[in-house]
């Protein structure tokens, strides 16, 4: 049977795979796997032998897929993160990896440890690949030639053993910790509501207005004045009814319907008047409304407010779905591909409306490959660059920063011109669990053989303890100062984890337990800096050791 799966690599993938997602399913006091369960069974099959392993290349194609379509669906979040607390984040990543490496320090005097070796165990115990390429790319410009062979030896050791439970590590923390705290990740993620990462239960409401304070004053200026988050839509003044807007100013006993959260909209009625029993959204006579796919190129990456839809058709639109999030619309919301926006217009305007945004599942099926193909060789450029270290040195983003870079900034733009790097939201969940799957299968195959043999010889328990070591407490760490200390959401948190180890499978993971988009935030805000600092830092703890 071994046999027969190292002949046929992809049989071997998609067993893996199957199987894992399967024990992913199972669930224990409401928790799971999910996804990273593909790499505990990648890990015990790797185990039989070291020839059951998958192509090279399925594990590059795996990664870059995976990074660049996250980079994508976080850009504008990561923008927003950025204005907010991402110098909050990134500081706490970079204390957290300094306190890594000064673990690692510690622990190789105490075990008395070569400094390849603790350089290996540091990069392994955090999953960075690119920073065991630089302390190679060190040891071989810098050692003596008769000992080259043997310190090149020494820090893959270390890595090798340390790499699984850098990741199995991690995953537990994360799942030790949601237990003890009790998280519950919806509630956390309203209370960030302009990243929309979760979706927001939005009611509509009619008002109607009695305050004389209120009367005459445009709505703009009310807006303005008690910083409501609501949507206008209909508004009745005596018997006749139109769109509010801007410049609709409330007469005594007007009534107005209004969309958003219970909260927001009994902050309105105290401000306009009362609530009431009547429905005006549920007159279709004069105004109707209908849900239409965002599909065309031309509205794709534009403003709400540069459509001119009250000018062009007399229209508004109430909300926007974008995948299963529901939130409200403002001026400034950026549309993306697969949008679904309520859109309120008179009923013979409406079929130009609906063609005016494209409505065409069709469209949202196919992958642009020419933006996605620009998109991902900027980002194999951007991490092929070499960039250069204090000391003469260089290093290079590699093939996971590189095109979450890329997928960031082009993410954040929408689209250069008549290129629109988006990808419908269906299309981009799609390519990402790909990814995400040759990525896990890859790692669990390649590594399972080398972590038994390495942790039964020599010294392996040793090693392989104080990689354990580095790993949790780090990740400890992490959890209780950012959300006993800092107070950021476990879901935010859980991603800059992912982040600051730069390891997409904790993030697969983090996903799949917030089920929201917060920890792809969290993890784009802090991985480049992290990417970075690692690889400083142990090319400094193999010239201190």
């Not at 998958?54 to 995976?66: I, R």
């Not at 929309?196 to 304070?213: E, G, I, Q, W």
């Not at 799609?430 to 990814?435: A, C, K, N, S």
Request: hydrophobic content about 50%; proline content about 5%; some cysteine.
């Amino acid at each position: 049977m071994i046999d027969f799966l190292v002949s046929a690599p992809l049989l071997l993938l998609f067993l893996t795979t199957a199987i894992g997602y399967l024990l992913g399913r199972f669930q224990v006091k409401g928790v799971s796997l999910g996804v990273a369960a593909v790499l505990f069974v990648g890990l015990a099959v790797g185990a039989l032998d070291p020839r059951l392993k998958l192509p090279e290349g399925l594990f590059d194609l795996g990664l870059v897929v995976f990074m660049y379509t996250i980079g994508l669906s976080s850009g504008p979040g990561f923008v927003a993160m950025l204005r907010r607390k991402g110098v909050r984040d990134n500081l706490l990543a970079l204390a957290v990896l300094v306190f890594a490496g000064l673990l690692a320090f510690g622990l190789g005097r105490l075990l008395r440890l070569p400094a390849p070796i603790v350089a290996g165990l540091f990069t392994g115990s955090l999953t960075n690949t690119p920073a065991l390429a630089g302390v190679l790319d060190t040891l071989q410009r810098t050692a003596p030639a008769g000992q080259l062979e043997t310190l090149l030896t020494q820090p893959t050791v270390g890595y090798s053993i340390a790499y699984p439970m850098g990741v199995l590590g991690m995953i537990t923390v994360i799942l030790v910790c949601q237990l003890l705290w009790r998280i519950d990740y919806e509630a956390e993620a309203k209370t960030i509501k302009d990243l929309r990462a979760t979706s927001l239960r939005l009611h509509n409401r009619t008002l109607r207005v009695t305050r004389p304070d209120v009367i005459g004053l445009p709505l703009s200026e009310l807006t303005a004045r008690y910083g409501w988050d609501v949507v206008f839509g209909r508004m009745q003044h005596e018997g006749k009814t139109r769109l509010a807007d801007g410049s609709t100013r409330f007469a005594p006993g007007d009534l107005v319907s209004v969309i958003g959260t219970e909260e927001e909209i009994a902050r309105v009625a105290a401000a306009l008047g009362e609530m009431t029993d009547i429905h005006l959204e549920l007159d279709r006579s004069e105004y109707d409304f209908r849900r239409v796919f965002v599909s065309n190129p031309r509205v794709i990456g534009q403003r709400l407010r540069d459509l001119n839809l009250p000018q062009q058709f007399g229209a508004i639109v109430t909300r926007v779905r974008r995948g299963d999030i529901e939130f409200l619309p403002h001026g400034d919301t950026v549309l993306e591909p697969g949008d679904r926006v309520r859109v309120v217009a008179r009923p013979e305007h409406m079929e130009a409306v609906s063609k005016f945004f494209g409505d065409s599942y069709r469209e949202l099926s196919e992958i642009d490959m020419l933006s996605f193909g620009l998109g991902l060789t900027l980002g194999l450029l951007l991490g092929l660059a070499p960039l250069p270290l204090p000391g003469g040195g260089v290093f290079r983003l590699g093939l996971a920063a590189g095109p979450l870079l890329s997928g960031l900034i082009l993410g954040a733009r929408v689209r250069t011109g008549p290129i629109i790097w988006q990808l419908p939201y269906s299309a981009n969940l799609i390519l990402r669990q790909v990814g995400l799957m040759l990525l896990l299968a890859s790692i669990g195959l390649r590594s399972g053989h080398t972590f038994i043999t390495t942790l039964v010889s020599g010294n392996g328990w040793q090693l392989f303890l104080a990689g354990a070591a580095i790993t949790v407490l780090t990740g400890l760490v992490t959890l209780v100062v950012g959300y006993h200390l800092l107070k950021i959401p476990m879901g935010l948190l859980t991603g800059i984890l992912g982040g600051i180890e730069t390891q997409p499978s904790v993030l697969g993971f983090a996903l799949a337990q917030a089920r929201n988009e917060l920890p792809n935030i969290g993890y784009a805000t802090v991985f480049p800096l992290a990417t970075i600092a690692k690889i400083i830092i142990a090319q400094i703890l193999l010239a201190l050791v």
